[in-house]
């Protein structure tokens, strides 16, 4: 099982930008998910981006060509480059993860395993 840790999050102005990480503590198997979720008072959460074991990187309509995911695995993080942000990208931020020993090609990527706390963002117009 893995831990995860947010950290990052803050208060920006429409059309900064902000960068979130998630520290990721165990050990990941070669066939994974991982994932950028958020959710914003009185909506459903949802996956903005999620980067796999393929590799393939997909990102939700919205945040298309604003946001960036990458796992660096020199600091053990899964990050999230915001840019362009807008006062409806204010949530709380999550990262999540599942990941499976042996290799599978395809794994899908529904049901996360692990989950962190969240960190808040704030964009203000």
């Known amino acids: 099982q893995l831990r995860l840790r947010e950290s990052g999050g803050g208060s920006v102005q429409a059309g900064g930008s902000m960068k979130v990480s998630c520290e990721i503590i165990?050990?990941?198997?070669?066939?994974?998910?991982l994932a950028w979720f958020r959710q914003a008072p009185g909506k459903e959460r949802e996956r903005v981006a999620l980067?796999?074991?393929?590799?393939?990187?997909t990102y939700a309509a919205p945040v298309t060509g604003r946001f960036t995911i990458a796992r660096d695995n020199a600091r053990n993080t899964l990050d999230l480059q915001m840019n362009s942000l807008q006062p409806e990208d204010t949530a709380m931020y999550y990262c999540?993860?599942?990941?499976?020993?042996?290799?599978?090609?395809?794994?899908?990527?529904?049901?996360?395993?692990?989950w962190g706390q969240g960190t808040q963002v704030t964009v203000s117009s």
């Open positions: 999540a993860a599942r990941s499976w020993a042996g290799w599978v090609p395809s794994a899908p990527c529904i049901e996360y395993t692990d």
């Open positions: 165990g050990h990941i198997y070669e066939t994974f998910c």
């Open positions: 980067l796999t074991s393929d590799p393939e990187i």
